[in-house]
């Protein structure tokens, strides 16, 4: 089943923070999160473990909540390079395969 | 930047014609994966391949057949093209349990 992602857009002044979610009707063992720019690729940004460990994006990090049904994304001291939709992934079966949320676009203004 | 390349990028073909895309990796990743993207549903897997020859279906794979005889080599076929198949496509490659690399995407439309 599709993640569910909250906000679906938000707009921001540069240097605000933000913050994405992601909610699963299941327990989240990871989560990967993907920026993608108009016109362009989805682009890896960072993996959330179990244990909560992160892999990833320096000035992005991810936590999940009490019983891991939802995943935060959080946009720190945001920029005009941040602009963009952001989409959540969640493992399902082995090989890394990957159930995306519909996306949630942001957009940072000056 | 990961070694992945996908073609065509762009093309238009008519309904009913079969149509086979082409994703080349260097990476010698053991994964590949085939998404297509349309408004309001994100990214949804179509197929998916584990090694040479071993592949399986994903959540929306009516309509649509893989084969990878090659490390290298993931081929997406729409047997016969309907236009709900218009969309992009992305090819993407991982190892286990790590990152996935995303090609630059075919624009298919269906007339």
């Known amino acids: 089943q599709q993640p569910v992602q909250s906000p679906q857009a938000v707009i921001l002044r540069e240097g605000e923070d933000a913050v994405i979610n992601c909610s699963s009707s299941?327990?989240?063992?990871?989560v990967h999160w993907y920026r993608q720019k108009h016109g362009e690729a989805p682009v890896f940004l960072m993996i959330?473990?179990?244990?909560?460990e992160q892999k990833g994006h320096e000035k992005i990090s991810a936590s999940f909540n009490e019983k891991k049904q939802q995943s935060s994304l959080y946009l720190t001291a945001s920029q005009l390079s941040y602009s963009g939709t952001y989409f959540c992934?969640?493992?399902?079966?082995?090989?890394?395969?990957?159930?995306f949320g519909t996306g949630t676009q942001l957009k940072v203004e000056l | 930047d990961a070694g992945i390349t996908q073609s065509p990028r762009h093309k238009v073909t008519e309904t009913g014609t079969p149509v086979t895309l082409r994703c080349h990796q260097t990476e010698n990743h053991r994964y590949m994966y085939w998404y297509r993207q349309d408004p309001g549903h994100g990214l949804r897997l179509i197929h998916y391949?584990?090694?040479?020859?071993?592949?399986d279906k994903g959540e929306v794979s009516d309509g649509y057949s893989v084969s990878r005889s090659k490390t290298e080599d993931f081929l997406l076929t729409l047997e016969s093209a309907t236009s709900s198949q218009t969309s992009v496509y992305f090819c993407?490659?991982?190892?286990?349990?790590?990152?996935?690399?995303f090609g630059q995407g075919t624009r298919l439309t269906v007339v």
């Open positions: 993407a490659i991982s190892s286990e349990s790590t990152e996935a690399f």
């Open positions: 992934g969640t493992p399902r079966g082995g090989g890394n395969k990957l159930t």
């Open positions: 391949s584990y090694g040479v020859k071993d592949t």
């Open positions: 299941k327990a989240l063992y990871s």
């Open positions: 959330l473990l179990k244990g909560g």
